[in-house]
């Protein structure tokens, strides 16, 4: 049972164009995290959302965490190509000694 | 201050050989977590550890698949023997002591790509 569900699963998009991904589970995270990860690396960590309602905005990027902790969004705006990659959620659920549940994961491509 | 550091960063072996792969973690970080990565399962846990001790492997495939953390600053994960249905990019990443970060933040490696033929 995948705890986190993502969607879109594929996005191919042109330059400038908007977009958003969707992180939902049917269980309250202590908190939620957003990776980016390109080809041949491992992921980053762009932000950790908190508190329920919480929006954290990094520069094109605007996150939303749910107000049940329950679900979280990633919003890009005017998208570029190198916002290309592979965009993962990951949720911390209080009890469960550090481990992080990461989602199913969304392949963004920008294209010019 | 290094990121982690994965090695080797490719392996292509056969099937039936003995595999090891390595992970440096931040200094300082006291948790390592090994994962492992393909289209169809995604990014999935294999084991943890808090200051040098394994706290949760049950995402260890079978017997075949272990791992140690001898001490703070070195692990390994050992598949023996290898199938190709190990064939996958396996990750380490390191998360500071709790008093430092207080959600889980995890740093990652860059990966080692495994090929079992």
């Known amino acids: 049972t995948q705890l986190l569900e993502q969607s879109p699963q594929f996005l191919s998009i042109q330059e400038g164009e908007n977009l958003t991904v969707y992180c939902n589970s049917s269980?309250?995270?202590?908190?939620l995290q957003w990776y980016r990860q390109e080809p041949g690396e491992g992921p980053v960590l762009l932000v950790t959302?908190?508190?329920?309602?919480e929006v954290k905005k990094l520069k094109r990027l605007t996150f939303q965490f749910g107000d049940a902790r329950k679900d979280s969004s990633l919003h890009i705006t005017a998208a570029q190509p190198g916002d290309t990659g592979l965009y993962l959620c990951a949720g911390d659920r209080a009890g469960t000694a550090s481990k992080l549940t990461f989602g199913t994961g969304t392949r963004l491509q920008v294209t010019l | 201050d290094a990121g982690v550091i994965q090695s080797p960063r490719h392996e292509v072996t056969e099937m039936g050989q003995e595999v090891t792969l390595r992970c440096k973690p931040i200094s300082g970080h006291d948790y390592l977590f090994w994962y492992r990565q393909t289209m169809m399962r995604g990014l999935e846990l294999l084991i943890y550890?808090?200051?040098?001790?394994?706290?949760?492997d049950s995402g260890m495939p079978e017997d075949r698949f272990s791992a140690k953390m001898p001490n703070a600053s070195f692990s390994t994960l050992k598949i023996q023997p290898s199938e190709p249905r190990d064939s996958a990019v396996y990750f380490c990443?390191?998360?500071?002591?709790?008093?430092?970060?207080?959600?889980?933040?995890?740093?990652f490696g860059p990966g080692t790509r495994l090929t079992v033929l």
């Open positions: 269980s309250v995270f202590s908190s």
């Open positions: 550890f808090n200051n040098n001790v394994p706290i949760d």
């Open positions: 990443a390191s998360s500071p002591p709790a008093g430092r970060s207080s959600y889980n933040e995890q740093f």
């Open positions: 959302v908190v508190t329920g309602g």
